[in-house]
């Protein structure tokens, strides 16, 4: 147990060293913080030049929220919950795999060092963009988990901004489900896991953001924000009441499974769930919504 507590304390302050310095002494190419920020300003930026809803403000409905939970959830909550969590099922992990004689070089599939780059990151980017689909369709088929993946469907307006608006527990749910499958893996460096999470963020940005594209031919691979603003309409057909478009970056999985929907331009849908004009406006009421509200 002293160990696990010696993980956790090394985990807050590694990561606060980590934080500080990615804030106020940037010196990488791969710096978390500025990254978010550049692709926020450059995808906002696409919003206001080319905006799908041109009655929609630009600094739209709950604009502010959703900014405050985009750094709120990429950061800070890694410094309470995500590190120290991470870096502690790590260790149980291993310890675990210690019981039975092996170590996590016994039990991965390859080593992605052994192929080529451009193999590898493809490869990280596909497991790990699959693995998200799978926990994204549990989020909205297990009612326990729904509850806490309301606070992303809260969003009445769309913008780049909301697509970081979640609560505290999703990335515990979408961490836990990725971590042996990127484990059994293995291989990939920092450098790696930033050039898939920036286009991931992009991707992620573009598809909540007031643009009405879709790519073109490139919309049976990558999400799109006229696909993906089906995924946060209201109003469903019994078929797919437990939601549609389901991808995050990739709208493949949707084709490949029959999740897709896009039965007209849903420009001006209403967005939202059943029963959400109750639903908590404000940040800590959100976050504590999923424990305290009546059954």
């Known amino acids: ?117 451009w193999l590898g990151l493809l490869i990280f980017f596909l497991v790990s963009d699959f693995v998200q689909w799978n926990t994204h369709h549990l989020l909205h088929r297990v009612p326990f988990l729904w509850e806490f993946h309301k606070v992303h469907h809260s969003v009445k307006q769309m913008g780049f901004a909301a697509h970081l608006r979640y609560h505290w527990m999703e990335p515990v749910v979408y961490k836990s489900a990725l971590y042996i499958p990127i484990a059994l893996i293995g291989g990939f460096d920092a450098q790696d896991v930033a050039i898939v999470h920036f286009f991931a963020i992009t991707i992620g940005h573009l598809n909540h953001a007031n643009l009405g594209w879709d790519y073109g031919i490139f919309k049976y691979i990558f999400n799109n924000p006229k696909m993906h603003i ?26 490949l499974f029959k999740t897709d929907y896009l039965p007209y331009s849903g420009k001006d849908i209403e967005l939202g769930f059943e029963g959400d004009h109750n639903f908590p406006k404000k940040f800590m009421e959100q976050e504590l919504f999923p424990f305290t509200k009546k059954q």
Do not use: C
């Open 1 to 117: 147990m002293e160990r696990y507590i010696e993980i956790i304390l090394n985990a807050y302050k590694g990561y606060w060293n980590y934080l500080k310095n990615e804030i106020f002494f940037p010196n990488h190419w791969d710096n978390y913080f500025y990254g978010l920020i550049i692709i926020s300003l450059a995808v906002w930026l696409l919003e206001i030049i080319f905006p799908w809803r041109k009655s929609q403000a630009i600094f739209r409905k709950d604009f502010w929220l959703d900014t405050f939970y985009m750094f709120f959830n990429f950061f800070l909550l890694n410094l309470i919950v995500l590190i120290a969590l991470s870096n502690t099922a790590e260790h149980m992990f291993n310890d675990i795999l210690g019981v039975f004689g092996l170590s996590i070089s016994n039990v991965q599939l390859f080593d992605v060092d052994t192929l080529p780059k």
């Open 230 to 255: 089906w995924h946060h309409a209201k109003a469903l057909p019994e078929h797919v009441r437990y939601g549609v478009n389901y991808g995050l970056t990739l709208s493949i999985w949707d084709y």
